[in-house]
């Protein structure tokens, strides 16, 4: 059955850097998102993403964040500097653009980020 | 905008027992999506149940059944005869319709613990 990957499965990074979280997303979907998750929380949503640019995002989505669809294939979560607070785990998803309306999401497996 | 609750923080079985993980939602949406996502140890979301607002008949699968209540606006989940397997994080997401994006709102969550 086709999933969703995601790359690395656990980062740490030293406050101040740059993070670059990758994403597969399903061969024939068209429509991607990213969504954390505090640890012990809930899950939040951060941004969605079809045809080549951002379609909606949260306040939680400010100028350190950045997506990108570099190739066919990958979709990236860039945190330019990243604070302590950005310490979570981060969920990939992804839907066949057909199937928006009614709405499965496919989430990948999560990359944990760990901000020293 | 759209809100979920999920009063329910922790709850605690022993193996056999029937549980219910409440779940209520607010939106102004007319048509709009409920989930139900498990969160296993290991961190994963596994998706368990899409139900569309325009379907009110309740789902049963195997130990779990779903009971979607538009007049009060619940969906909650029961599981029967709950095993330790079961042991998992349980979050209720709502998917809005005309007005809401295609963003998934998730509860807080509720620990589920099924002892031995």
């Known amino acids: 059955e086709p999933e969703v990957t995601q790359t690395p499965s656990h980062q740490v990074t030293q406050m101040g850097q740059e993070v670059i979280l990758r994403c597969v997303p399903i061969?024939?979907?068209?429509?991607f998102y990213w969504y954390r998750q505090i640890l012990g929380q809930k899950v939040e949503f951060l941004v969605s993403?079809?045809?080549?640019?951002?379609?909606?995002k949260s306040e939680i989505f400010d100028d350190q964040f950045s997506v990108e669809r570099p190739d066919g294939s990958n979709f990236t979560l860039k945190i330019r500097s990243t604070k302590l607070e950005d310490s979570a785990m981060y969920f990939c998803?992804?839907?066949?653009?057909?199937?928006?309306?009614?709405?499965?999401?496919?989430f990948g497996p999560g990359t944990r980020l760990t901000v020293t | 905008a759209q809100k979920v609750t999920q009063a329910q923080t922790e709850i605690s079985v022993v193996e056999k027992e029937d549980v219910t993980l409440d779940c209520v939602y607010e939106t102004r949406d007319t048509t709009y999506y409920l989930f139900w996502y498990k969160q296993p140890p290991s961190g994963e979301l596994v998706f368990l149940i899409r139900r569309n607002s325009f379907d009110e008949q309740n789902e049963i699968s195997g130990r779990y059944s779903w009971n979607f209540q538009k007049s009060t606006s619940s969906f909650n989940f029961t599981i029967t005869a709950s095993q330790v397997v079961d042991s998992a994080v349980y979050f209720c997401?709502?998917?809005?319709?005309?007005?809401?994006?295609?963003?998934?709102?998730f509860g807080e969550g509720t620990q589920l613990t099924v002892n031995p």
């Open positions: 993403f079809y045809n080549n640019e951002i379609s909606e």
């Open positions: 998803a992804s839907i066949e653009h057909r199937q928006l309306s009614s709405y499965e999401q496919y």
């Open positions: 061969s024939n979907h068209l429509y």
């Open positions: 997401a709502l998917k809005g319709g005309e007005t809401s994006g295609s963003r998934l709102t």
